[in-house]
């Protein structure tokens, strides 16, 4: 224990995060011992109050533990571990072993706010998640909670409306609409009743910023839909949630219920004219309900299946109603918003993107986990500054943004500054925020295959375009992976993919041919690889890759014999290795585990 | 006889959660999703009832039921492995963790061992993407999950497994 | 309100869709899932058409684009052709196994060189049948699955309760996919025996006109007029879509 003093009588809140990634790591048992032992030993000269908070962002370093008002930040914390925490309280000491220590540098950060994978970040959206217990609404209430609502009430719908006009904000599911403008449309229309409903269907896969605001600051969500209530005249709102959510969805409903007791949802909330009650659907398990005709669908009893909109929902929506849907996070940043003015949250971001936007920084990323910056920071520093760069000093290859619908962003590209404008340009898409990083050990015909196999089962195969164009591109692009490739194929993706594009009913089908063209556009040489040299550059296609181990390079440790499956590696100790490819099965064990690089791909 | 009881009491059971749902066709998704929670699948005779109840064609109801990905047709096993394959964990090797189960247990997604015991299906993003490769066994996560943790997790659940030779 | 389609003015009322209002003045837009009895579905894309609003250039699906102001169309240009092209090979590829379908690739210039999936698959998805089963009120089949598994059926598979052996679904079908097997006095349709009368034309037995009678009741006189038994009636169906695609 080192011997950095604290004062070890005042109260401490210890926080323990509870989101799905450190649950999974076991942070539950930590919760429990905690409360076990500070139950056990009331004797304690400590005054702690336990809480278990949502996602920190940081799952990869799961279970963590905070400590305030101390400003400690434990990582990957087991249950053995606490009884010698309260310990280190106790005696005011810190717990050295249990700190970030920067694997580089060899740097121990006391806190996490001083790593470089905050110390970039700004929190807007994410403000409360990881500092409050999401199940009590007093949490929220201490942190400026339901301030916002209240002032709005006391300012006129149009000009809470023109509040978030001026603000900039742009809908964070994808489209980047201008909100304002949204809701102005809606409260345009004259007809009643008019309905409020959040997207929490968040189906792209490798992003979770949405999950960790509905499972760590339910009522943020909430105020930002009941301010909306207020402006458009609204009477009954949705709250769409993802199947796989079971704590969001937890977390929501029981926010919900606090809500209507303080007064916040139901008649007459706060004593204004406006009555205002959510309901919470579950999802039924279809990444095509995100889009919002879909989803309008599916609450109301069908198939997710979209329509054309040439009229917009905000015209005729949720059982033809004029129909407000908005993104979770778009939600969470409505009470900011109105609580600090329009000005203030238009200073941060560009031109064309006002504010932050979160990010799943994943894939081949030392530091993975939720990130939420400015609009117009870089790609670089988001890989580089706060995600420290790719895994085990590989090569960078590409990053993905916008989920099955974006596109692949090669390395001269990595100084773009992020915004929904700029990532379009690109040939990709914000999306929802996933950003998945790619080494040098990922197939981007592969990739494109992934994702086109991914939306061959998440289309709701409503439309002609969309339901054959996607299997005619995945059989061409299996095709390619197996080595069966032809330089026409090429010709015949873009053909089919600008029919895509022009063609299919709802954005699922149009935006489907992005990770095929943008790899295309800017790694066509690892296309013409497989069709030409017959060859996976990656070593990912089974047919299409041999494996052999460089004998300048190799050491003879023997890590990739012991590791490979098929005992197709020979060599003795301190020796050169050998692979046998006729018993290699192409698993790639050898090249993931050489230290030394020394595994390459013929 | 005994079969004919558990028939009449699950029949009385889909009954108890139907009832709870006002006759609306917009609670059919509820419905379903209770049913499959209950019975680990969507027997048919709950869906002829959602039907009747919320006065909804049965061919809707069933357009539904096969639509949306939570719901199964035919029972699942006692313990549902759910894979991540969303893009994360597909990167990270999910591919190595489904190859293990069916090394393990001889099943593919989509299948149910012939005990009933297990089963596998692929999922797309637990929104867990940190600690890809992802596994869900029934509600438990398990998280950066490699072939050999998932012969524990199989074990852990009480399965048996074949231990293949060792190599070295 | 008055809208262009290629170049001929055109009244329209505020709601009606492209598709409708170009009918009704004799320009022709290709179409497969639409039929005048069901509304626009927005399915196939064949309709779709170049719309220009102010500046704005866009493509819409004509059967579902509700015409609220004064718009200049264009039903072909190379691009739309293009598309067209695209989706018939695409359909083509998926249900080969029908005479309409065949005529169409032909028509179409055997657009690029594909091998179809299922040499014997015939159903090209347009879900006239679903609607046409909803229409006389059985809903008996729907589509159900999704993405590029979607396929129409009763619940199933089974023989369906609510099926009252109308046939509507195999007489809107163009393709001729749904069959309607008979057997001495009976026949049978997705799976579900019925008793039966004779058809007018082949003299063959076929529907009863109680049926027949609550089929025309519900889907209106363009639909049915003679009695005809199912193979006549898709012969018959058959050549009058295909024929309105020749005509272009
Ligand atoms: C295939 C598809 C999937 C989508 N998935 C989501 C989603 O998961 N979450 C979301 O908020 N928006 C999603 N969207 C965008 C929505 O249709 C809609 O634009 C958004 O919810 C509007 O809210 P916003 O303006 O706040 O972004 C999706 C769109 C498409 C076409
Ligand atoms: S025959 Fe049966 S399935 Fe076909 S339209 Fe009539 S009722 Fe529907
Ligand atoms: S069976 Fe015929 S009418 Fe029904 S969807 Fe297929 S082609 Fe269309
Ligand atoms: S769940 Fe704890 S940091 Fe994400
Ligand atoms: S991709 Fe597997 S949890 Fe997100
Ligand atoms: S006729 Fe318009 S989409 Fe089929």
Known sequence: MSQLSMNNTAARTILVCCGTGCQANGSMAVYQAFRRELADSPGTQVHTYTKSTGCNGWCEKGPLVKILPDEITYCRVKSEDVPEIIASLRYGTVMERLLYRDPVTKQVYRSHRDTNFYKKQRKVALRNIGEIDPANIQDYLDRDGYNALRKALTMPPAQVIEEVLQSGLRGRGGGGFPTGLKWKACAAVERTPRYVICNGDEGDPGAFMDRSIMEGDPHSVLEGMIICAHAIGASAGFIYVRDEYDLAVHHLSRAVEDARKHGFLGKNILGSDLSFDIEIVRGGGAFVCGEETALIASIEGNPGEPRDKYIFPTEKGLWGQPTVINNVETWANVPVIINRGAAEFASIGTTGSKGTKVFSLVGKVVNTGLVEVPMGTTLREIIYDIGEGIQKGRKFKAVQTGGPSGGCIPEDLLDLEVDFDSLTAAGSMMGSGGLIVMDDRTCMVEVARYYVNFLAGESCGKCVPCREGISLLLETLTRICEGKGRLEDLDLLESVSATLQQAALCALGRTAPNPVLSTLKYFRDEYLAHIVDHRCPAGICKELTEFYIDPELCTGCGRCRRKCPANAVAGEKKQAHVIDPSRCIKCGECINNCNFQAVKVK | ?168 | MRIKIDGIEIDVTSGETILEAARRAGIHIPTLCYHEAFGGQGICRMCIVEVKEGNRTRLVASCTYPVNGEIEVKTSTPEIERIRRNIVMLLYRRAPNSEFMKRLYEEYGRPADITPADPEESCIMCRLCVRACEKVGSHAISAVLRGTEKRISTPYDEPSPDCIGCCACAQVCPTGTIKVSTMPGKYEIWNKAFEMDRCESCGRPFVPPVILEHVRSKLGPEFTEEHLCPDCRKKKTGKIMADSHMSK
């Not at chain 2, 029949?11 to 209770?34: C, H, K, N, V």
């Not at chain 2, 997604?109 to 009933?116: I, L, R, S, V, Y």
């Not at chain 2, 637990?126 to 066994?137: K, T």
């Not at chain 2, 998280?143 to 231990?163: D, F, L, W």
């Open chain 2, 1 to 168: 006889m005994a079969g004919d009881i558990r028939q009449a009491a699950a029949l009385q059971e889909m009954e108890q959660i139907i009832a709870q749902y006002p006759a609306e066709r917009r609670y059919i998704l509820a419905i379903m999703q209770d049913l499959q929670k209950k019975f680990n699948y969507l027997p048919k005779e709950g869906l002829q009832m959602t039907a009747r109840h919320v006065n909804a064609p049965m061919s809707t109801v069933y357009s539904m039921a096969t639509f949306y990905k939570a719901f199964s047709l035919v029972p699942k096993g006692r313990v549902n492995f759910k894979v991540c394959d969303g893009t994360a964990c597909h990167i990270k090797g999910s591919q190595t963790i489904i190859n293990e189960i069916y090394q393990c247990l001889g099943i593919k997604p989509g299948e149910t061992t012939p005990d009933g015991e297990f089963s596998l299906e692929t999922v797309n993003c637990l929104g867990a993407c940190a600690i890809a490769p992802v596994l869900v066994a029934n509600q438990k996560v398990y998280a950066k999950v490699t072939p050999a943790a998932v012969r524990e997790i199989i074990k852990e659940h009480g399965g048996q497994i074949n231990e293949p030779a060792v190599n070295e």
